[in-house]
């Protein structure tokens, strides 16, 4: 576990009482209903916050399960006769307050960027896990009989439903033509639009960034239609022009006839998370273009050498021999132009667009662009891959630095020279890339923990490479996987969908 996540840890458990309090004065604050039993209150949410530091600084798993027992309210001492809205409040303002703590922390630069991404990678899904609990287990103990009384009750849960909602998230409500009826505070700060001016709007053209292509937007509106719920993450445009990026759940409500005529939409900003991302991808990109400098010299100056010792004979040589060499010397050129114009398309920034690519030709450059550095190393690439083109949906320079990141890996694995096999096989309506080297392998501890920020098994490494490489398969829908045994060598099988696969159609078009 990361030194600072434990740290932060180790700060909620032992201000645990501090922050619960906190809470209570929220409470008082939003004008709930006078707090019930406010000692008990207090000690019940500062096991909440307790739960979460030993999450940090202990065992994720062990924590799970004392938030589900957290959450089962017969079992705790405290009151059980108010709204199941009362209690997820107490979830909401906890994650609040451990955004501004975090928040804080960034601004006196006691914590890095890197934890604070791992900090909310344990902490959100706890939060979440700490919600369904309370809900499963505030229904499983409610009565089933629904009397007048109940009905008085459920309307002021809805109350307060809509008050969380409003509170904790950016949300707004569109009918069935897309045009919005409702935003809450939260939406009008994000896209700075007042109420007025985004209510009667259409949504799907009041925000277009020109990020997401047509087709992908057609196809959110089609599934909504259908009555299916949409998550993803969306780039929308403000009004001053600048980009957001937000976490977004779109849930359609269906009539009688099973027809779609309004949808909710719940989001939460993502927009420095996405920045951090990007950061850390050109920081990574930066690396393997360092690292890949070494072996281009040595293969751009073996055809230097070349050209420099025939133009030395030429004017020595005969008029047919004049046209040999000068054929040599034009090969050698390209193939210079050739090495370096790979090398720039990896090195330069660039927009980030999905399109069609050809998977195929991706490996061969990747291959021949480290040819150089393998034969330095004494280190044999063997080409399986299929000889027709393989289609798929994706960006190819991300790709491109994928598959350079993992046979650089598959090199360094070699000390003392070997082979890397690379193939691909169709399977089912995905593409399966091989990558295998006979190098020192890694034990079964060491590959639970791939793809871990931080987390490497070389002297000089970052423990970034793979982790950026895992996000940008995850973002072509694909996956990683790895078998590895010590001293026998590790092979990286890496899934993607191929164009024609319904899934990918519907994530890409």
Not at 218 to 239: F, M, R, Y
Not at 258 to 267: A, C, D, L, V
Not at 304 to 309: C, Q
């Amino acid at each position: 576990m990361n030194t600072e996540v434990s740290l932060f840890g180790y700060m909620l458990q032992m201000r645990s009482h501090l922050l619960a309090n906190k809470i209570t004065e929220i409470h008082k604050l939003r004008n709930h209903s006078p707090e019930p039993e406010r000692i008990e209150m207090i000690e019940w949410r500062s096991k909440l916050f307790q739960h979460l530091g030993y999450a940090l600084c202990e065992d994720f798993e062990k924590a799970q399960e004392y938030i589900q027992q957290w959450a089962d309210l017969r079992e705790q001492a405290v009151p059980h006769e108010y709204s199941l809205t009362y209690y997820l409040n107490s979830v909401f303002y906890s994650r609040s307050i451990i955004l501004n703590v975090l928040h804080n922390e960034i601004n006196d630069s006691t914590l890095p960027s890197s934890a604070l991404l791992e900090i909310l990678k344990i902490i959100d899904p706890l939060l979440d896990h700490a919600t369904s609990s309370l809900i499963n287990n505030y229904t499983i103990n409610s009565y089933n009989t629904e009397t007048d009384e109940d009905l008085i009750i459920t309307l002021e849960e809805l109350k307060d439903f809509k008050f969380a909602l409003n509170e904790a998230t950016i949300f707004a409500v569109t009918d069935s033509n897309n045009t919005i009826s409702y935003v809450n505070d939260h939406f009008c700060k994000i896209s700075k639009y007042s109420r007025d001016e985004l209510i009667g709007k259409d949504h799907g053209e009041i925000f277009k960034s020109g990020y997401h292509t047509e087709e992908y937007l057609d196809n959110i509106w089609h599934l909504i239609q259908q009555g299916k719920v949409w998550k993803g993450e969306i780039c929308n445009k403000a009004k001053d022009g600048t980009l957001y990026w937000v976490d977004t759940t779109i849930i359609p409500f269906l009539n009688f006839d099973g027809k779609t005529y309004k949808h909710i939409s719940i989001q939460y900003d993502i927009t420095e998370q996405k920045k951090t991302e990007e950061m850390l991808l050109k920081s990574e990109k930066l690396s393997l273009v360092g690292e890949l400098a070494a072996g281009l010299a040595h293969e751009i100056r073996n055809p230097l050498t070349t050209i420099k010792g025939l133009v030395q004979v030429l004017q020595e040589t005969t008029a047919d021999k004049k046209a040999l060499y000068s054929d040599i010397i034009l090969t050698e050129i390209d193939r210079i132009n050739y090495i370096v114009s790979e090398f720039m398309v990896l090195a330069k920034p660039h927009a980030v667009y999905f399109n069609e690519c050809n998977l195929t030709d991706i490996l061969k450059k990747v291959i021949y662009l480290l040819e150089a550095e393998a034969n330095l190393k004494n280190v044999v690439i063997i080409n399986d891959i299929a000889n027709e083109d393989v289609t798929l949906h994706g960006e190819k320079n991300q790709l491109t630095q994928v598959f350079v990141n993992l046979f650089k890996n598959a090199m360094e694995a070699l000390p003392n020279g070997g082979v890397i096999r690379v193939s691909t096989a169709v399977v089912n309506d995905n593409i399966k890339i091989s990558i295998e080297d006979n190098g020192v392998g890694m034990s079964e501890e060491q590959v639970k923990r791939i793809g871990e920020p931080f987390y490497t098994t070389k002297a000089m490494g970052t423990g970034l490479g793979l982790m950026v490489s895992y996000k940008i398969i995850q973002n072509h829908k694909g996956s990683i996987s790895v078998k590895s045994e010590l001293n026998k060598g590790t092979t990286f099988d890496i899934m993607l969908p191929l164009v024609g696969n319904k899934a990918n159609i519907q994530q890409f078009k």
